[in-house]
T-cell receptor
Framework: DVKVTQSSRYLVKRTGEKVFLECVQD?????MFWYRQDPGLGLRLIYF???????EKGDIPEGYSVSREKKERFSLILESASTNQTSMYLC??????????????FGPGTRLLVL | QQPVQSPQAVILREGEDAVINCSSS?????VHWYRQKHGEAPVFLMI?????EQKGHDKISASFNEKKQQSSLYLTASQLSYSGTYFC?????????????FGQGTTLQVKP
């Protein structure tokens, strides 16, 4: 059974803290994605990575950075958390090379509250 | 650009039908449909390709209209288990990354 896991389901942080969200997949997928989900806005792409140490900005990268040192792990970093980053964060992964036939597998999400 | 889904929300009684639309301002190459139940991860339902036929499994099917740059998801004889938020994810051209642009979601509630 394929699996994408995220380090925390719920997280409460203070404004200005550095926050790390971890995502691990066990499917040997090349591509990994970080989204944030807000009511009425759907899933918006923050960053994605198509290989180890490779990354590309998504639609809303401001205030975030990412790290991918190993194929199975993709980390989202909030350098200095702000209240407007309170959201649900979803990680996903997909295989590369077979184009449109591949689906994205999602993790359960991390609900982050920044006070 | 984010595709637009309509309606934003729908409430049904068990056994009723629903249609969810996903419209893009750009030409579409593929449309992926996902369902997310409350508190769970989004789960893949189906993919539709440019030039492809209507797809379906069980009582959920979808179509792809290239001219209208739109896909529609049809839920027939809805069951309580169909409740959740439905997302379409779109590709405007083929890629190896699997990167999708998702719509804002349609919340479906099925009542007994």
């Amino acid at each position: 059974d394929v699996k994408v896991t995220q380090s925390s389901r719920y997280l409460v942080k203070r404004t200005g803290e550095k926050v790390f969200l971890e995502c691990v997949q066990d499917m040997d997928h090349e591509n990994m994605f970080w989204y944030r989900q807000d009511p009425g806005l759907g899933l918006r792409l923050i960053y994605f990575s198509y290989d180890v140490k490779m990354k590309e900005k998504g639609d809303i990268p401001e205030g975030y950075s990412v790290s991918r040192e190993k194929k199975e792990r993709f980390s989202l970093i909030l350098e200095s958390a702000s209240t407007n980053q309170t959201s649900m964060y979803l990680c996903a992964s997909t295989r590369s090379g077979t184009g449109v036939w591949e689906t994205q597998y999602f993790g359960p999400g991390t609900r982050l509250l920044v006070l | 650009q984010q595709p637009v889904q309509s309606p934003q929300a729908v409430i049904l009684r068990e056994g009723e039908d629903a249609v969810i639309n996903c419209s893009s301002s750009k030409a579409l190459y593929s449309v992926h449909w996902y369902r997310q139940k409350h508190g769970e991860a989004p789960v893949f339902l189906m993919i539709l390709l440019k030039g492809g036929e209507q797809k379906g499994h069980d009582k959920i099917s979808a179509s792809f209209n290239e001219k209208k740059q739109q896909s529609s998801l049809y839920l027939t004889a809805s069951q309580l288990s169909y409740s959740g938020t439905y997302f379409c994810g779109t590709e405007n051209r083929p890629s190896n990354t699997g990167k999708l642009i998702f719509g804002q979601g349609t919340t479906l509630q099925v009542k007994p």
